[in-house]
């Protein structure tokens, strides 16, 4: 497996993934050729040195997996840096096989060399599997989460 920032020609093959199950699919708009709305959130990432939209290979080069990692830089715990995943999916045909364990693995890694203090994430209560894998691999479910959408 090979692990590197998604550069612009990845962003198809991203928002394909993040479509790609139950609830994505009602809040994405993944179509050839992709909106330009998706182009420009990329670049805006990648723009950013707190963000890293990571893409993961195969053998075969093949985009398999992917996720968003995000530092923030925080004035408690003694001006600590936060690590934040979010958008952790696998493509449908590689799910089951063990790649979810090495990403966030790999993740946990990548937030120990930039001296961060917590890595945390969000999940869906409406998704109970990917709760217990993140449990399984020691997260915990320490503070009760809030959003406000805005359409």
Known sequence: MIFRKATENDVSHIVEMIADDELGKT?????????????????????????????????????????????????????GIRAQI????IRKDQRGF????????????????????VLQLTTDKMRPKAIKFYEDLGFKASHEGMKMHFN
């Open 27 to 79: 809040r994405e708009n993944f179509q050839v050729p992709l909106p330009n709305e998706y182009i420009d959130a990329f670049n805006k990432i990648n723009s950013d040195d707190n963000q890293e939209l990571i893409v993961v290979e195969n053998e075969k080069s093949e985009i398999v997996g992917t996720l968003q990692l995000t530092f923030i830089q925080y004035l408690t715990y003694r001006g």
């Open 98 to 117: 063990g790649l979810g364990k090495k990403m966030l693995e790999w993740v946990i890694n990548r937030a120990k060399e930039k001296k961060a203090h």
């Open 86 to 89: 979010e958008a952790v999916r």
